[in-house]
């Protein structure tokens, strides 16, 4: 519906919105003394925050090169997948190693194993889609699709970063708590850093591409309705809102909140985008099998979502 932009003059709005104004605005809403609370919270942890902030930006970016060149049904399945598995495995070996041995353990496990199966379906489901129905933005011929191969795994090891910042950056969220901050809002001020340094890595290749493509006038009327920014800002504010919502849930999920958590969000992301894939006409003209591969693959994602909760109980 914004069809007199570009990507990137889309994606900085989205990006300045979600990234950079809304966590920044929340942190200062419901985190008092905010500065006091940065300033006094370790160097280590810090950084951490601010490296694996950073990481996610690359992979955002990467996230959409990715997709261009292998398609949205698998590119998005072949990302999911490894965000899903790397966010949550790393930091139990890292952080919580004496629980993998335990039924907690064998439950993320089994879940994970799930949550794998489950979007490789949605996977193959999407790309026989895009087979039926081929949109012209993918490109063509088998180098084109190991190019495309590699950028979405590396756009999911590094997507996986923003759990890494949560989880390892906990020890940020623990001196909010002490500092009197009700515990669902404790992860704020750990978000405003870790989407910051984030924003610096998708705002910097939007400002390379508006530069070499020459597609700065489009901010300028009449190419800039109203209604392009606000649909931008909507865009930057609802991904930012998921993240609160995962922190959230996490929080309350217990020591493995966000081990457990993250494969839950990921497959629930796999089957609201299939939803909306069949609201939108979006798999019109797909055959029966097609259809058949994506219902099984959200299928076994809901079955992984029990099991994961189950072990987690």
């Excluded at 508006?210 to 190419?223: Q, V």
Aim: one cysteine or more; charged letters at 10%.
């Amino acid at each position: 519906r914004m069809q007199d932009w570009k990507w990137e003059n889309t994606w900085l709005v989205y990006s300045v919105s979600g990234l950079l104004v809304a966590p920044w605005a929340l942190a200062w809403m419901t985190v008092p003394h905010l500065e006091d609370l940065i300033s006094q919270a370790p160097s280590p942890v810090l950084l951490k925050v601010l490296l694996f902030g950073f990481g996610w930006g690359i992979g955002s970016v990467l996230f959409g090169l990715g997709v261009t060149r292998l398609g949205l049904g698998l590119g998005y399945g072949v990302i999911l997948g490894i965000i899903a598995t790397v966010g949550s495995l790393l930091p139990l070996v890292f952080l919580h190693p004496d629980r993998i041995w335990t039924r907690q353990g064998y439950a993320l496990f089994a879940g994970m194993l799930l949550v794998i199966i489950g979007i490789a379906f949605c996977a193959i489901a999407g790309r026989k889609r895009e087979r039926e129905i081929p949109p012209q933005t993918i490109g063509k011929g088998q180098s084109a699709f190991v190019v495309g191969l590699v950028i979405c795994i590396l756009a999911g090891v590094f997507s996986a970063m923003l759990n890494f910042a949560f989880t390892f950056g906990a020890e940020l969220q623990q001196q909010a708590i002490s500092a009197g901050v009700r515990p669902a809002m404790a992860a704020n001020a750990l978000w405003a850093l870790t989407l910051t340094t984030g924003f610096l890595a998708n705002a910097g290749y939007c400002v390379y591409l508006l530069c070499r493509n020459r597609t700065w006038h489009l901010y300028a009327p009449p190419n800039a309705p109203i209604a392009y920014w606000a649909s931008g800002s909507l865009m930057g504010i609802l991904c930012f809102a998921s993240f609160i919502v995962y922190g959230m849930g996490a929080i309350f999920l217990g020591p493995l909140g966000a081990i457990v958590g993250w494969p839950l969000f990921m497959s629930m992301s796999m089957i609201t985008a299939n939803a909306w894939g069949f609201l939108t006409a979006e798999w019109k003209g797909a055959s029966r099998s097609s259809y058949a591969y994506s219902l099984v693959g959200i299928a076994v994602l809901v079955c992984a979502i029990v099991v994961i909760s189950s072990g987690n109980r």
